[in-house]
């Protein structure tokens, strides 16, 4: 008995992080910096900033051209057929689909990192705020339920969230596109700024900007600036971009109050039913298979939307038979990604004399312009559109067309410019949009694993003509040629915006979570990473998560020091 109780002892946290990616890392931060011992658990290794193995590597650094050999490709069956993660390069940040299985009732591509920065070292950067028209839009349209918080409740924490994270960009004053504190914006490129002009003389409503992204372009809270040289899935060594592993869990590391635990998978959270509070979490060593418990007086769950909700899921006792928290039902429902890879591509006659430096890592975007004043389309909501201009470079010339000096003069000669853009559209929550789990088919962890039923329906169908149409559009209006359009529909999960799956609302019987981010029945757990969306706008969601989880956890903190959680 005194052996398990100082166990328990040696096991007790202030707070319990679960998840060291875009959230947790905020989550781990705050909650270290307000004075709370704090472990933050993550199933996958340690990876400290810096140790970035393939980082610095060049082409022919790379066997087999950066391709993976055939024999490992059966690991990533699912991950493969999306077309971009699964590289030499980039193989050691992603999930085998064998160690973590799971079924389609529908196509979902679950796209999963596990290590310690989670996918905070492969994300696209992109950071846009919500405004109220993304807030208010649920209420205002009839869809689900409302959002319990507005634009005013978290315009403090993403300004909170950038001047740490550093964000760069240009201000542009649109009220449905909130502008951040920004950092000098990155620089368009001619054919880019002459796009810009030409949107701006033909429409009202419509303009192109360079990128907001968590990417610093000066020195910054003693990170990077970016060296352009866009290998940014790799990880960053300057620390360039913004990441748990460069900036949020240093930070908590220098208040000697945060604990890294990897290799834990969390596989339960622990009720106790005398107080209606969370106790603890269970965790299975992902090394040893050993279980384990650990103990705390507030948990922050921050494993990702579908890891999240796994965990509630799992998370069963006798006051809650379908996963912890779950009294609504919406427990893993209204599950919502992005809808992309559509749009149109053209070809630009002139500046012929003009190039561009360096390998910029992002490019423009145009805000939504579709359903801001009045919905005057058949479907709500709306879209951006996220692209490029640049020259075609020596690959055109493999046709191998010529030979000698003249194929050397070719493939030193930059092609002709062109330029493409791809919109991505708002996906509304529905209750059939859902995951659940499936306790008899388990992974290797013996966890059970996940079952989507998840697509895209009439509305998402209907905005795509229109994506696909006015990308031709502004395009045609901005001077470019032999324009064509493209639409490749695909799957939810490949835009890697997973939300939705334990959203939070004002009504108990209709949500999972409140406007602080806990769970309604049981106040000290807390989710603060894309499960608890409420809907998904168009826009990249990590800037909301950030702001979220600062916010709900200087909350935590609070009601902890009131003796109120």
Known sequence: MNLNLKAKKQNTYDAIVVGTGISGGWSAKELSENGLNTLVLERGRNVSHGDYPTATLEPWDLPRNDEIPYEEREHYEKQLRTGY???????????????????EIERFDWIRGY??????????????????LDFEANAREGIAVDWPIRYSDIEPWYDYVERFAGISGEALGIPHFPDSRFLPPMELNCVEKHAREKIRQHFSDRVLTIGRVAMLTEPHMGRGPCQFRNKCIRGCPYAGYFSSNAATIPAA??????????????NKVIYDAETGKASGVEVIDA????????????IFLNASAINTAMILMNSRSDRFPDGLG???GQLGRNLMDHHFRVGANGRFEGFQDRYYFGRRPTGFFIPRFRNVESND??????????GSASRENWSRVVRELSIGNELKE???????????????????PHEENRMWLDFENTDKWGQPTVVFDCKFRDNELKMREDMKNDAAEILEAAGFKNITTYDNLGAPGLGIHEMGTARMGRDPDTS??????QIHAVPNVFVTDGACMTSAANQNPSLTYMALSARAANYAAEELNKQNL
Request: aromatic fraction near 12%; charged fraction near 25%; glycine fraction near 10%.
């Open 115 to 132: 290590h310690v920065g989670g996918r905070s070292i492969m994300w696209g950067r992109h950071s846009y705020r919500l405004s109220d």
């Open 253 to 266: 590391e220098q208040t000697g109050n945060l604990t890294l635990r990897p290799h834990s998978i969390v």
């Open 512 to 517: 999972v979570l409140n406007e602080w981010n």
């Open 85 to 103: 993660t699964i590289r030499e390069s980039t193989k050691h940040w992603w999930v085998r689909d064998t160690d973590q299985p799971y079924r």
């Open 377 to 386: 389309r058949d479907y709500v909501r709306g879209f951006g559109y996220q």
């Open 326 to 328: 779950n009294d609504s």
């Open 410 to 428: 070719l493939a030193q000669t930059p092609g002709e410019w062109t330029m493409g853009m791809t919109a991505f559209g708002e996906m509304l």
């Open 287 to 298: 090394e040893t298979g050993e279980m384990q418990e650990f103990y705390a007086r507030v």
